[in-house]
């Protein structure tokens, strides 16, 4: 009797090891690790970073600079779009000033209905006679003359004294400077009896008549 009893509780010793051999097994998947081992990752992905809505702003891209000196447009210059004048801007007389020394008064008046510059001197010549008139540097005024339609310059032409080396023609014929290669139909006017000679000049375009004259 005692012997079957022994018995019976060494089996129920054997079952209980088991059944908790089986538990233990059961829970040590599930058991966090201690110590320095290393976390499991988490099963749960991570959001991804959400886009911005909002556009980057267009940059402005820096404005060109004007080199110094440099014509821009809209220029305050006053004469900055006005061309020298030729002749087809202008009409063209001649007038006798001093019959002794041959002298006439030149006059243009612009007739086109723009402004022009007036450059320099006029370039005369005589009739039929080889050359031009002889330009009198001391009369240059330093600037251009700014001709607004129906305004006038005035030069003056002195065909000199009878050393009776020269000759009478009567008429002459002008051009323009234009400081261009613009081809020009050069303006006559009579001057009946006009003696050239050969120190015949003429002045600088000027602004009036009686400066004309004078020099």
């Not at 991570?46 to 402005?60: F, G």
């Not at 005035?154 to 051009?175: E, F, H, P, Q």
Request: hydrophobic share 35%; charged share 20%; with cysteine.
């Amino acid at each position: 009797m005692t012997h079957q009893i022994r018995r019976s509780v060494r089996r129920t010793a054997v079952v209980l090891a088991a059944v908790s051999a089986l538990a233990l097994t059961a829970c040590g998947p599930e058991e966090a690790p201690t110590g320095g081992g290393t976390a499991a990752p988490s099963a749960t992905p991570s959001k991804p970073a959400t886009p911005s809505t909002t556009p980057p702003k267009p940059t402005t891209p820096p404005k060109p600079t004007t080199p110094s000196g440099s014509p821009s447009e809209g220029s305050s210059d006053p004469d900055f779009a006005v061309f020298p004048c030729s002749t087809f801007d202008v009409k063209f007389t001649a007038t006798l000033a001093e019959r002794t020394t041959s002298s006439y008064l030149l006059k243009i008046t612009n007739k086109s209905g723009k402004p022009c510059k007036v450059l320099d001197y006029p370039i005369v010549t005589f009739g039929d006679l080889d050359g031009a008139a002889t330009e009198r540097s001391e009369t240059h005024p330093g600037t251009d003359i700014r001709l607004a339609p129906g305004e006038s310059a005035y030069a003056g032409l002195m065909g000199g004294v009878n050393d009776g080396k020269g000759r009478a023609v009567d008429s002459i014929a002008m051009t323009m400077n234009t400081a261009s290669d613009l081809e020009q139909v050069p303006l006559k006017a009579s001057t009946p009896g006009l003696y050239v000679s050969s120190t015949a000049s003429v002045t600088a375009w000027l602004s009036n008549a009686e400066d004309a004259l004078s020099l």
